[in-house]
């Protein structure tokens, strides 16, 4: 098929049970999460297609603690102090 041979897919080869190696083309996966305060890429995040993301629980998605997901645990860290002291 044409679409396969897209250069938007990578080419990933895998052992068969037979012990053949066949060349699969599988969907590149996206980048990962970035911190919006620092550009850290986050941690807890996974990177998956964004079919698979809807799949998975939200508690899957990012971590548990306030603003996971959207900023890395250093500037959560510095934000927190910051308020405190105001």
Do not use: D, Q, W
């Not at 041979?5 to 080419?11: A, F, T, V």
């Not at 066949?22 to 590149?28: D, G, L, N, Q």
Request: charged letters at 35%; hydrophobic letters at 30%; glycine letters at 6%.
């Amino acid at each position: 098929m044409t679409s396969e041979k897209s250069r938007s897919k990578r080419i990933v080869a895998r052992k068969t049970p037979g012990g053949r190696v066949s060349v699969r083309r599988v969907a590149r996966k996206p980048e990962a999460a970035k911190c919006a305060e620092c550009g850290k890429p986050l941690k807890g995040v996974p990177r998956e297609l964004p079919s698979k993301m809807r799949n998975l629980p939200k508690t899957a998605k990012r971590p548990e603690r306030p603003f996971g997901g959207y900023l890395c645990s250093s500037c959560m860290r510095k934000l927190m102090v910051k308020k405190a002291r105001e």
